[in-house]
């Protein structure tokens, strides 16, 4: 499901506030005008799951 998505975020439980703010703030630098349309609606992703008999 994560294959066509273009900017993921990833938080570890461990991450000091400081990391955490950092990453944001290193996303909020590089995201695209595109946003979100690399991620898919819910609708989308029930589709996604069910034609892979995943739901």
Do not use: C, I
Not at 11 to 40: L, Y
Request: positive net charge; glycine residues 4%.
């Amino acid at each position: 499901m994560w294959r066509g998505m273009k900017s993921v975020m990833v938080f570890d439980p461990k991450d000091s506030q400081a990391e955490t703010e950092r990453k944001w703030v290193e996303w909020n630098q590089h995201k695209s005008a595109v946003q979100d349309k690399a991620v898919p609606s819910a609708e989308e992703t029930r589709k996604y799951l069910q034609e892979r008999g995943l739901a």
